[in-house]
């Protein structure tokens, strides 16, 4: 007993756990308070609803990847604050007239669209994109700032408050007019107080040090920095449409009902990536981007201790919801959703080595290795399409069309760890030949 207790004594002495559990901790109350709040939803909204809007979810997301031509990525790692504040403000510029392009397109393409495709919901999809574009890109770009001033708790409170005001809006929306539409306009109201949050407490810190920018400044950093528009936002992309093409895949083959099964089967798969995966990532970065400048061994072995600890808790994780998903399911989410448990213990296989390989796919931007990023990103995305070229000319069965769906990003999932290793030893080699020099 005692020395159970020296070791969690130990645990909550190390930083690192310390900046995790913080994450963690925001992060659950958020999520465990959208996962109750889902079973009322699954009951104010039909299946073909939430099909709309895994639709919906699966562009804006896609599109938001390259709202701010990923310059946001790269705040955390100048050793300049000067640099950073250039950084975030280029990124805002950015995402400003990203989101005014988008708009005026999907206004020019809108009727032919229309047109082209009877699908229900499609005109309302087109309409609420660009707000939630925009709040999603002002959340992620002063995300990345507050990682940079390990401002973990304010993060936390963020995600908190954006999880709540989406949920709580889709719940009202729903007693009143239970449609797709309500979906999306709660979740663009959810991205919105969310973005414009983070936006506020963080302005607290910039404005600061607004008074070194100058334009000068400013196109030299975007000069310096220009890898990250021109392969990772590029690689980014890739890796968005490897995630959400086989929703509208989905929907386009199985029809939006089982586009709502998959939707449903997804939020939950997701969760524990977004309480644990996506928080330990973010600490990974802001561990590693200090490691980085002296001492790369300290690197390698967060790499390794990072997967190695990710492994353990993700093959117990989703073992654990595989065995009680069809027991809990038409219970918890009423008889229409009982098929969407089938469809959680099929992907369940791409969520475990989704959570395993996660945290450190960061590596290949800590390393500014993009060109290699990109590559592997190309091939987990040729990896998806062979297996949905393969569903779409063989298979007919919703089952088996998921099934191979997710083992087909599995096997992504773990090429894309590979060259993360490959990143990490090819740095390292050129670390141990300038010391030998």
């Known amino acids: 007993m005692k020395s159970i207790r020296r070791l969690f004594q130990k645990l909550l002495e190390n930083e690192f756990v310390k900046s995790v559990a913080i994450l963690v901790s925001g992060s659950s109350v958020s999520q465990i308070i959208v996962v109750l709040l889902t079973p009322l939803l699954t009951r104010l909204y039909t299946p073909e609803a939430f099909g709309v809007l895994s639709v919906y979810m699966s562009i804006v997301l896609t599109i938001s990847i390259i709202a701010s031509l990923h310059y946001e990525e790269a705040i955390p790692l100048p050793k300049r604050e000067e640099d950073a504040i250039h950084l975030l403000i280029l990124s805002f510029i950015l995402l400003v007239l990203n989101t005014i392009i988008i708009t005026l397109l999907l206004k020019g393409i809108e009727q032919p669209l229309l047109k082209m495709f009877h699908t229900k919901g499609l005109q309302e999809i087109l309409l609420f994109i660009p707000f939630s574009l925009f709040g999603f890109g002002i959340f992620h770009l ?165 997967l190695k600890k990710m492994a353990i808790l993700s093959i117990f994780i989703y073992l654990t919801i595989d065995i009680i998903a069809p027991f809990i399911f038409p219970i918890i989410f009423g008889d229409s959703w009982a098929e969407a448990s089938v469809f959680l213990q099929c992907l369940s296989i791409f969520f475990l080595f989704q ?18 990023m990109a590559l592997s990103e190309i091939i987990k995305l040729i990896v998806l399409v062979i297996g949905m070229v393969i569903a779409y000319l063989f298979l007919e069965s919703s089952i088996g069309i998921v099934l191979l769906l997710s083992i087909s990003q599995a096997v992504g999932s773990i090429l894309f760890g590979l060259f993360a290793w490959i990143a990490l030893k090819r740095n390292n080699y050129k670390i141990k030949a300038m010391k030998e020099a």
Not at 199 to 211: I, M
Not at 355 to 369: Q, R
Request: glycine content about 8%.
């Open 355 to 372: 959570l395993v390989i996660g945290p450190i796919s960061a590596t290949f931007i800590l390393l500014e290795e993009q060109y290699l």
């Open 142 to 306: 002063f995300e990345m700032w507050m990682i940079r001033q390990e401002d973990y708790l304010q993060i936390t409170v963020g995600k908190v408050r954006m999880n709540l005001s989406q949920v709580f809006s889709q719940s009202g929306l729903g007693w009143i007019i239970p449609s797709a539409s309500s979906l999306m306009v709660g979740e663009v109201l959810g991205r919105l107080v969310g973005g414009a949050g983070m936006a506020y407490v963080s302005w607290k810190s910039v404005k600061k040090k607004l008074s070194v920018f100058t334009l000068q400044s400013l196109l030299k950093i975007a000069r310096r920095y220009i890898r990250f528009p021109l392969i990772a936002s590029w690689s980014s992309l890739i890796n968005g449409l490897s995630q959400h093409l086989p929703t509208l895949f989905i929907a386009s083959q199985l029809g939006v009902k089982e586009a709502g099964w998959y939707f449903l089967a997804l939020r939950i798969l997701a969760l524990p990536d977004a309480l644990i995966g996506h928080s330990v990532k973010q600490v990974y970065i802001g561990k590693s981007a200090k490691l980085l400048n002296g001492n790369f061994e300290g690197f390698v072995h967060l790499f390794w201790n990072t």
